[in-house]
C-alpha cells in the first residue's frame, strides 16, 4: 500500500498548474498509483471550476467564435490520439516523459549498483532522470542543492528515514542527506527530479560527483 | 480583491447534456457552449500575468477548439463539464505562458497531467455534493484565505509568488491554503509527510 504522499500545497500548485513540467510528471506519476490523492487532485479541480466559475464574463467578441469555426473546418477531424498502452507496467505520463520504450533508454553507469537514465522535459532548471539501483545496491550518501521529488517505479528503497515501495512520493528538502539502498527481493526503479544536480558528501565518491552532470541533450 | 458576490442565479442550463451534443458534432450546442463559458475563459487569461488582449482571444480559441475536439472524451461519471472545462482550460494556459516564455518542452501540459484511467469511477451523486460543499463553503472562507487561494489559482501563481506579492512568509502562505482547503472539505492522505 502506498504511504507517502505529496503535501497538499503541491498538489494545489499542480492542479491550478503552478509547477515545472517535471515536477507535474512525478506527482502524476504518483497520482497514477495512488487513487487517494487521484481524488484529492479531483476535488481541487472542482474548486478550480467553482472559481472559474465565479469570475467576471467579459464580451467576447463574435469573431473570436468565427475565427474557431474557421480554424476547426481547417484541422484535421477525428480525435487526437490516444496512446495505445501495451507495456502495462509503466503509466502512460511515464512513457510520455521517456519518449520511447524502457528498453531503448540509454542508460549511464554511475557505480556498479546505480545507473541513470536523464530524461528530456525541456525544463533545463530541473534535473528529471530515472534511477535504476541493483537489488541490495546501495547509492553512496549524497545530499541536494535544491529539493528533490522521487516516486518509486518498481522495486522498493529504504533510507534511514524509511521504507518506500511502489508508488510511494518522496519529497526531499534542499541539504537533507541521504544515502538509499535498494531493497533485497528486486531492482528499483525511480522517476526522480531536482531542483540541482545531487552530490556526494562521502570523500570515497567525491571523484565521481564530474559524472552525475549529465552531458547536455 | 472585490468578489462578484452579485451573481446572477447560475443559468440551469445542463451543460453535461451539451458536452455530450457537441462530442456528436452539434453545431448549435457548441455556439451555446461557447457563449456561456469564451467570457470566462477570457476572464481567466486576464486575471493570470498580464496577458495582452491578443493572447486571451488566443486561449479563448485554443480551449474552444479542444472543446470540440475532445469532447467525446468527456465522461459525466467521472466529472462534471465545468471541472472537465477547467482542467482544459488550465492545460490550455500552461502551453500558452510556456510558448510565450518560448519554454522549449516537447511535452504539453496534458502530457504530463494524465493519470490513469481510475478503477473506481466516483459516484455521480458523491461529485454534485462534492461541487456543492465546496461552492457553499467557498463563500464562507475568509477573505484572506480566498485572497490566496484565487491568487493560486485564477492568477496561475505559485506559493512563493504570493508570498512575495503578498509580503508575507511562505509558511504563512502555505497554512492559509491548508486551512482552506481543509474548510472546503477536500479530502486528503492520511498522511504526516507534511513539510513546510
Ligand atoms: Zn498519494
Redesign the pocket.
Known amino acids: 500500500m ?1 504511504k ?3 503535501d497538499v500545497n503541491l498538489l494545489v500548485d499542480y492542479v491550478s498548474g503552478n509547477i515545472s513540467p517535471a515536477k507535474a510528471g512525478c506527482i502524476s506519476t ?2 497514477s ?6 481524488k ?1 487532485t479531483f476535488q481541487l479541480e472542482t474548486l478550480g471550476a467553482e472559481l472559474l466559475k465565479d469570475l467576471e464574463s467579459p464580451p467576447v467578441h463574435n469573431s473570436t467564435f468565427d475565427s474557431v469555426l474557421a480554424r476547426l473546418e481547417n484541422s484535421p477531424q477525428g480525435q487526437s490520439e490516444s496512446l495505445n498502452c501495451k507495456q502495462e507496467s509503466f503509466p502512460l505520463v511515464l512513457k510520455k516523459l521517456m519518449s520511447k520504450e524502457f528498453e531503448d533508454l540509454e542508460w549511464r553507469k554511475v557505480t556498479s549498483a546505480l545507473s541513470v537514465s536523464r530524461l528530456h522535459t525541456g525544463d533545463l532548471k530541473h534535473e528529471c532522470a530515472l534511477y535504476q539501483i541493483a537489488a541490495g545496491g546501495k547509492i553512496p550518501e549524497h545530499d541536494h542543492k535544491g529539493v528533490e521529488m522521487t516516486v518509486v517505479i518498481s522495486g522498493g528503497f529504504s533510507d534511514r528515514q524509511g521504507v518506500y515501495h511502489k ?1 510511494d ?1 518522496i519529497f526531499r528538502e534542499k541539504d537533507q542527506i541521504h544515502a538509499p539502498t535498494a531493497l533485497e527481493s528486486e531492482d528499483c526503479i525511480c522517476l526522480a527530479v531536482s531542483d540541482a544536480p545531487l552530490r556526494f558528501t562521502d570523500w570515497r565518491y567525491r571523484w565521481m560527483n564530474p559524472f552525475l552532470r549529465f552531458s547536455a541533450g | 480583491m472585490a468578489v462578484p458576490d452579485s451573481k446572477k442565479t447560475e443559468d440551469q442550463k445542463d451543460w453535461d447534456a451539451c458536452l455530450a451534443s457537441i462530442a456528436v458534432s452539434n453545431s448549435e450546442a457548441f455556439a451555446d457552449f461557447f457563449n456561456h463559458f469564451a467570457p470566462l475563459i477570457k476572464s481567466f487569461a486576464f486575471s493570470g500575468s498580464s496577458m495582452s488582449a491578443i493572447h486571451a482571444d488566443e486561449l479563448v480559441q485554443e480551449v474552444m477548439i479542444k472543446v470540440w475536439q475532445k469532447a467525446a472524451a468527456f465522461d459525466p461519471k467521472k466529472a462534471s463539464a465545468t471541472t472537465w472545462l477547467y482542467a482544459v482550460a488550465r492545460n490550455c494556459r500552461t502551453d500558452l505562458y510556456r510558448k510565450l516564455r518560448k519554454f522549449d518542452t516537447p511535452l504539453t501540459a496534458e502530457d504530463l497531467m494524465i493519470e490513469e484511467e481510475s478503477q473506481e469511477a466516483f459516484d455521480l451523486l458523491q461529485i454534485k455534493r462534492n461541487a456543492e460543499t465546496i461552492r457553499e463553503k467557498l463563500q464562507a472562507l475568509p477573505n484572506e484565505q480566498r485572497q490566496v487561494i484565487a491568487k493560486i489559482y485564477m492568477e496561475g501563481k505559485s506559493h512563493s509568488e504570493v508570498s512575495a506579492e503578498l509580503d508575507l512568509p511562505l509558511g504563512t502562505v502555505k497554512s492559509r491554503v491548508r486551512l482552506a482547503i481543509n474548510k472546503l472539505g477536500v479530502q486528503l ?1 492520511p ?1 504526516g509527510d507534511s513539510h513546510d
Do not use: E, K, V
Open positions: 502506498i507517502h504522499h505529496p504518483h497520482n498509483y495512488c487513487g487517494i490523492c487521484r484529492t508508488g512520493f | 492522505a498522511t
